[in-house]
């Protein structure tokens, strides 16, 4: 449909609309979940103090001086909950997510420090607090993996078998040409090589860090009968979860499943988030289970708002990793072969970890042409509070060890780095790593080209040696590099994921504020602020032709809208926003099959302005105020309001297979080119960013305003994680879970983000855009770290680049310097 | 797991007492014990709940009120210290219909994301307009303000603007 996919000076999609939900953000007048009115019961967590052990009892200690009076309080813990579910025989006390193994509150064997024991309400939260500390939990302690890149003693395996498999949450291997001969056929691409080129690169554990902290506020409708009586109420009941959230109907599924209740038994409403990132992808439905549970017990609504330590020491983080790398190259510096063995840390349950070492291992060797590939991946236990989603998921670890170890290659070869990947990059129809085929019409050299003119990275790198070598003469402590990283990331579910998840969108004829007639979009996407209201609105409007005040969005509310998937993965956007211009579509194809808008209003200059049918390129257009009154009728018809909608259809063209691990994992790429200038001061050994260009092609930008700030948001936040951002453990503690301690960058660490786009439409997303959240998570950390490298001389292989690391890798180099 | 809040007890242990101050240019008299936190009581006794929590302990600037024409963090405020103060919260900035210019710059240069820093930052930037500061001081008189959002270039953009403004 590429007539459907070009822009007007009518349309509204291309342009920096401002965010129709920018005003109630810049007053205060927006409630997230802490603000909303409330009168009930405040609610809060006992969690165990260890990393390993059995939990052999729990006391209740005096509190009289202190205030608290235990008669006061509801109590939960597990053995609230039934051990089978009448429903399935599944124990209801496990999250429901990929496996099963997390329980929402300890029975018996804990494997993280903070692990739910027990749930506390009162009406008081000051007395609350001071409750919390007199639970004494006892336990017998067990041997405990404090280090995931260790193999596990016996004593300490969880999962499995003692073995390779030991601790083994998910295994995937990922091998092309010469690695699917076997071993020897392998080994042989090295041993013709003219360079191998070996290093090992780590990554640690970062938090999302949203400045609003988790929360959420449970509450039950239960019958006259059972309004007192036992935890589970023999009537229908219903419970109804509020909170900051990514994805209600993950939390729906995890809430059926505890309580036993039948889907319309549960709704789930996101309230304004201030922030996810990943972060409240699958977490709120541990919160809510709990929220629940108390608000059952109690029968009055229940709010559990975490503070900041609590939501930085127990909730998810992005894997730490581990990535030994072995490159063959030829004279040339052209790759001949990547042997590669990423470990991740999964923490203590199975939670997201497959699928976060799926895309890692998807995108472990970005947009380059490599003849023989074999990338083993591994996520294993180990006992901290499980690692999760964040921006990128898994991306941006694969993503750091290999574009940091093609820099070492170009130095091993003698090419500039930038060279190296000039002769490495894929042009239209070469395959990745999976053995995907490249058909879009990508141009990754001119693009990279275009960014690096933009970062005037000739000129850098000239002056940069200039101002190195005068700064060794003169003995000033400074020096200067640029770096350089190249990736792609890809939108939406991995593989068949998509198909799965079947997505459905409704749009809903509806009476605007004005009185006209307009529509409701009705999607389980939530705003979260990356734009999600806004984007929707701006796709409905030109997909409708409708100006954007008769658009509205309705809040994501599982009794209210369709399941449409979760909000991850990059996939609003591009996958959602392109149901939301298909249902708008069935919405007025509908108006016109029963007759409510007929030919005789058809717009009479349909090339004038913007078309309104989008995704099947009718080019039917109709004459504005007739498509208002037509909805209208529409949305006070007998029956209910008439509705358009759409499901997920996959793309033409070939499958994925998950046991090969070959094929079509994404629809299509993003693909990038990030430039970072840094200058290092050798007295401290701090990296100041002097500067950093975010080029990228991204199908179509839909809002250039909205999609700048994405880019900028993503790429500050890689730069925390490649300098700043440190997570301290000990004895599976988190020691820093406080944003004094745990440093996330502010105005004054970071420069302007220079972001160029360009465009190249995908067939398959709204006006040919693709999904951009998570991509700019990717590459800042390579780039920085490749500029750190090239400014001191030194391969600096782990994150965060810290004063401490920088130096004590600068000093070890002197020191060997020294004895050699 | 271990919270810690430091004016807990000294908090619970004074009786109330009468503390006035304006606020948000209205006169205002509570009985409160005197060492709560300025932020809780906006928030709960007072129900203005624009004034937000990120972290409790003066880091982030989510909770920036202007007391006596300064922004400062409400998290770290006991109330008794605004007596006979000024208090200017978020909700204070807007007079009637029309937006503070700040963020009317906000709006228009995509300086709010998710929206939860924004007060914050919008009363801290507003403290600049009203003062008439420079913009290359941006980045530094913001710097107690952190958004995980943005990567702060849309704000130092809408600050920009709002600076120009009102000179
Ligand atoms: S809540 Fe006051 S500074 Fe963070
Ligand atoms: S807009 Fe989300 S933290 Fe600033």
Redesign the pocket.
């Given at each position: 449909m590429p007539d459907g996919n070009q822009l007007s000076k009518d349309h509204r999609v291309g342009k920096s609309i401002p965010r129709p939900d920018a005003k109630v953000k810049v007053t205060g007048a927006l409630h997230y979940v802490d603000d909303l009115p409330f009168e009930g019961l405040y609610g809060a967590t006992v969690r165990t103090k260890t990393a390993r052990g059995r939990m052999t009892g729990l006391r209740f200690k005096d509190g009289v001086d202190v205030g608290v009076d235990w008669r006061e309080f509801a109590v939960v813990t597990a053995n609230d909950i039934p051990r089978t579910s009448k429903l399935d025989g599944i124990d209801p006390n496990q999250v429901m997510l990929i496996d099963r193994d997390q329980p929402f509150l300890v029975r018996d064997e804990f494997r993280h420090v903070g692990e739910p024991v027990c749930l506390l309400a009162h009406p008081d939260p000051e007395v609350l607090r001071r409750a919390v500390d007199l639970v004494e939990i006892k336990t017998e302690s067990l041997p405990a993996v404090l280090d995931y890149r260790q193999p596990p003693t016996d004593a300490q395996v969880q999962r499995g078998e003692p073995g390779p498999d030991a601790n083994l949450f998910k295994r995937i291997v990922v091998s092309k040409g010469a690695a699917d001969e076997g071993d020897d056929a392998f080994s042989k691409v090295f041993e013709d090589a003219a360079h191998i080129v070996s290093g090992t690169y780590e990554t640690q554990a970062q938090e999302q860090c949203y400045?609003e902290p988790n929360g959420i506020i449970a509450r039950v409708e239960v019958s006259e009968a059972d309004a007192q009586g036992a935890l589970w109420p023999a009537n229908p009941w219903k419970l109804i979860i509020e909170g900051s959230m990514q994805c209600p109907y993950y939390v729906h599924k995890a809430i059926t499943h505890l309580f036993q209740l039948p889907d319309d038994g549960v709704q789930i409403i996101q309230a304004a988030t201030g922030g996810g990132f990943g972060g409240k992808e699958d977490y709120p439905s541990i919160i809510s289970g709990h929220a629940g549970l108390l608000a059952l017990k109690t029968r009055q609504p229940v709010k559990l708002i975490y503070d900041?330590v609590e939501d930085m020491a127990f909730t998810t983080k992005r894997h730490p990793s581990r990535t030994h790398l072995r490159a063959a190259l030829d004279a040339d510096g052209k790759l001949l072969g990547i042997d590669m063995d990423v470990t991740l840390d999964g923490g203590a349950y199975l939670t997201l970890s497959p699928v976060v070492l799926s895309r890692g291992a998807i995108h472990a060797v970005g947009p380059y042409r490599v003849p023989h590939v074999r990338v083993h991946n591994r996520a294993v236990l180990s006992n901290t509070p499980p690692h999760g989603a964040f921006r990128g998921f898994g991306a941006p670890q694969t993503v750091f060890a290999f574009e940091r170890h093609l820099d070492r290659c170009a130095r091993e070869v003698g090419i500039d780095p930038v060279e190296l990947r000039r002769r490495n990059l894929i042009i239209r129809g070469d395959a990745l790593a999976i053995s995907q085929r490249i058909d879009e019409p990508i141009e990754l050299h001119k693009w990279m080209d275009e960014a690096l003119t933009a970062g005037k990275y000739e000129e850098r790198r000239a002056a940069h040696a200039a101002f190195n070598e005068a700064a060794e003469t003169s003995g000033s402590p400074l020096r200067r590099g640029v770096g350089v990283a190249t990736f792609m990331h890809g939108a939406g579910f991995t593989g068949s994921g998509e198909d799965y998840l079947a997505s459905e969108v409704m749009i809903r004829a509806a009476v605007g504020a004005d009185g006209l007639g307009g529509v409701e979009v009705c999607t389980a996407n939530t705003e979260i602020g990356q734009g999600a209201i806004t984007i929707f609105t701006q796709i409905a409007a030109d997909a409708l032709g409708l100006p954007l005040s008769a658009v509205q969005i309705a809040k994501p509310d599982t009794d209210q809208v369709p399941n449409s998937g979760p909000t991850v993965a990059s996939r609003t956007s591009m996958v959602v926003g392109h149901l939301v211009a298909r249902a708008s579509d069935d919405l007025v194809r509908k108006l016109e099959s029963q007759g409510t808008l007929s030919d005789g209003d058809l717009h009479p200059n349909p090339d004038d302005d913007r078309a309104s049918a989008l995704s099947d390129a009718r080019g039917r257009k109709f004459e504005p105020t007739a498509l208002r009154g037509a909805l209208a009728t529409a949305a006070a018809q007998d029956g209910g309001a008439l509705e358009g909608w759409a499901t997920y259809q996959r793309p033409p063209g070939g499958k994925w297979n998950d046991v090969t691990y070959k094929g079509i994992a994404y629809g299509t790429y993003a693909w990038a080119t990030y430039l970072a200038d840094v200058e290092v001061d050798l007295t401290t050994f701090e990296t100041r960013i002097t500067d950093f260009v975010a080029s990228q092609e991204i199908g179509r930008v839909l809002n250039p305003l909205l999609a700048e700030g994405q880019i900028q948001g993503g790429v500050v936040q890689a730069m925390g994680w490649a300098l700043l951002e440190d997570t301290v453990y000990k004895d599976g503690r988190i020691t820093n879970p406080n944003?004094t301690n745990y440093v996330v960058p502010t105005f004054a660490d970071v420069p302007d983000v220079q972001v160029l786009f360009q465009e190249s439409p995908y067939a398959y997303g709204p006006w040919g855009a693709k999904g951009i959240g998570e991509l700019p998570m990717d590459g800042p950390a390579p780039a920085i770290l490749n500029a750190i490298s090239a400014a001191v001389g030194v391969e600096i292989d782990a994150l965060p680049a810290s004063p401490e690391r920088v130096m004590r890798a600068v000093l070890a180099a002197q020191s060997s310097e020294v004895s050699s | 797991m271990t919270v810690s809040h430091p004016h807990t007890h000294l908090a619970d242990a004074v009786a109330p007492q009468p503390v006035s101050f304006t606020l948000n240019g209205d006169a205002k008299t509570l009985n409160v014990r005197p060492f709560r936190r300025l932020?809780d009581v906006l928030r709960t006794d007072l129900a203005l709940p624009g004034t937000?929590?990120?972290?409790?302990?003066?880091?982030?600037?989510?909770?920036?009120v202007l007391i006596d024409g300064e922004p400062v963090?409400?998290?770290?405020v006991p109330v008794i210290q605004c007596d006979g103060a000024t208090v200017v919260t978020i909700e204070g900035l807007a007079s009637h219909a029309a937006l503070h210019p700040v963020q009317e710059a906000f709006v228009a240069h995509g300086g709010a994301q998710c929206g939860i820093c924004t007060p914050?930052m919008v009363v801290t930037a507003a403290w600049m307009a009203d003062n008439k500061m420079n913009a290359a001081a941006i980045r530094e008189k913001l710097s107690?303000n952190?958004c995980r959002c943005t990567g702060y270039s849309a704000i130092v953009n809408s600050v920009a603007a709002a600076l120009g403004e009102s000179e």
């Open positions: 400045i900041r944003m | 932020l937000k929590e990120g972290c409790g302990e003066g880091e982030c600037g989510a909770c920036s963090n409400a998290c770290l914050g107690g952190i």
